[in-house]
């Protein structure tokens, strides 16, 4: 299999690349605007370029944080599966109404959380929480850092169909004794994608929640959602660890849950098994990764992740 990595020497770009190398069925190169770094030279608001670029491939997988459809469409004409890592919601919209195979929410969150979530719905009954807590210490890519803060001030549509600003709505989850680096705190209301497919798809009410690893830094955010400039004075690498934790909840059920370190290389690790995932079963349309995986199969796939259920 072929597989063209754009933004493949990037903060996910890089430890995906490292994944496929390990894997003989797959041969992958790089995309990105330096040429002294990337297997393949393009530019991505280069409509022509792109579209050249792209030939011959079997898979795209877009670890550039550039968002467009049109990467999706040029990908899918040219004969690709594209995958995307995204977890903006008005971008996945976008890539659902493509007419070819991409695949969305591959990652950690969106990505594992929407398999957790799925698997939390089996288990039990009622609407789904999913909490996400990333490492303040991590020092993300741009497109990563961009998103975060991009959503300060901004609000997106609740399942019940009122408006919530991103990072308000505060909850307080209670994380699980083994889980290193986080303690019970609060967590904010936060656009993840997955969490309008998965109310879709499940037929309930799915919220997803974030914080960081120190209370403060969540407080932080939270306040920083009603003055979005202060963000100008937040240094890129803040307070905390590296390491991540997601969760999944429902009213009835068991909290399923999942940690590691370095939230790049679970959604590189993750990107990776969903590219080998289709390589065995091709799709044929838009399709969210909790519709071919499961907890179980990613743990399969994937030996160094470990679901827990407290």
């Given at each position: 299999?072929?597989?063209l990595?754009?933004g493949?020497?990037?903060?996910v770009g890089?430890p995906?690349?490292?994944e496929?190398r390990?894997?003989?069925?797959?041969?992958?190169?790089?995309?990105?605007?330096?040429?002294?770094?990337?297997?393949v030279a393009v530019d991505?608001?280069?409509?022509?370029?792109?579209?050249?670029?792209?030939?011959?491939?079997?898979?795209?997988?877009?670890?550039?944080?550039?968002?467009?459809?049109?990467l999706?469409?040029?990908?899918?004409?040219?004969?690709?599966?594209?995958v995307?890592?995204?977890?903006?919601s008005?971008?996945c919209?976008a890539l659902e109404?493509?007419?070819?195979?991409?695949?969305?929410?591959?990652g950690l969150?969106p990505?594992?959380?929407?398999?957790?979530?799925?698997?939390?719905h089996?288990l039990g009954?009622g609407?789904v929480?999913?909490?996400v807590?990333?490492?303040g210490?991590?020092l993300h890519g741009?497109?990563a850092t961009?998103?975060?803060?991009?959503?300060?001030g901004?609000r997106?549509?609740?399942?019940?169909g009122?408006l919530?600003?991103?990072?308000?709505?505060?909850k307080?989850?209670?994380?699980p004794?083994e889980?290193p680096?986080?303690?019970?705190?609060?967590?904010?209301?936060?656009d993840?994608s997955d969490?309008h497919?998965?109310?879709?798809?499940?037929?309930?009410?799915?919220?997803?929640?974030?914080?960081?690893?120190?209370?403060?830094?969540t407080l932080?955010?939270?306040?920083?959602?009603?003055a979005?400039?202060?963000?100008k004075?937040?240094?890129?690498?803040?307070?905390?660890?590296?390491r991540?934790?997601?969760?999944?909840?429902?009213?009835?059920g068991?909290?399923l849950?999942?940690?590691?370190?370095s939230?790049?290389a679970?959604t590189?690790m993750?990107?990776?098994r969903?590219v080998?995932?289709i390589?065995?079963?091709?799709?044929?349309?838009?399709?969210w990764?909790h519709s071919?995986?499961s907890?179980?199969?990613?743990?399969?796939?994937?030996?160094?992740?470990?679901?827990?259920q407290?």
């Amino acid at each position: 299999m072929k597989v063209l990595v754009l933004g493949g020497y990037g903060a996910v770009g890089v430890p995906l690349m490292e994944e496929f190398r390990t894997d003989p069925a797959v041969s992958a190169f790089s995309a990105g605007r330096n040429a002294a770094r990337a297997d393949v030279a393009v530019d991505l608001t280069d409509q022509d370029a792109y579209s050249r670029a792209v030939s011959g491939y079997d898979v795209v997988v877009n670890a550039s944080g550039f968002e467009d459809v049109w990467l999706a469409q040029q990908a899918v004409r040219g004969g690709a599966t594209f995958v995307d890592i995204t977890a903006t919601s008005a971008y996945c919209d976008a890539l659902e109404n493509v007419d070819g195979p991409v695949l969305l929410g591959v990652g950690l969150a969106p990505g594992l959380t929407s398999v957790l979530a799925a698997e939390a719905h089996r288990l039990g009954s009622g609407p789904v929480d999913i909490m996400v807590g990333l490492g303040g210490g991590e020092l993300h890519g741009p497109a990563a850092t961009a998103w975060t803060y991009g959503m300060l001030g901004t609000r997106f549509r609740d399942p019940s169909g009122e408006l919530v600003r991103n990072y308000t709505g505060m909850k307080v989850f209670d994380v699980p004794a083994e889980a290193p680096g986080y303690r019970k705190g609060p967590a904010v209301r936060a656009d993840f994608s997955d969490q309008h497919a998965l109310t879709r798809d499940l037929g309930v009410p799915v919220r997803t929640y974030l914080r960081l690893d120190t209370s403060a830094a969540t407080l932080g955010l939270a306040a920083m959602t009603w003055a979005p400039p202060l963000q100008k004075v937040v240094p890129k690498k803040m307070w905390g660890s590296d390491r991540w934790i997601v969760m999944a909840r429902t009213e009835t059920g068991p909290t399923l849950w999942a940690s590691g370190r370095s939230q790049s290389a679970a959604t590189a690790m993750i990107a990776a098994r969903a590219v080998d995932v289709i390589r065995q079963s091709p799709i044929a349309r838009p399709t969210w990764l909790h519709s071919v995986e499961s907890t179980e199969s990613l743990q399969a796939g994937i030996p160094a992740l470990v679901v827990r259920q407290t």
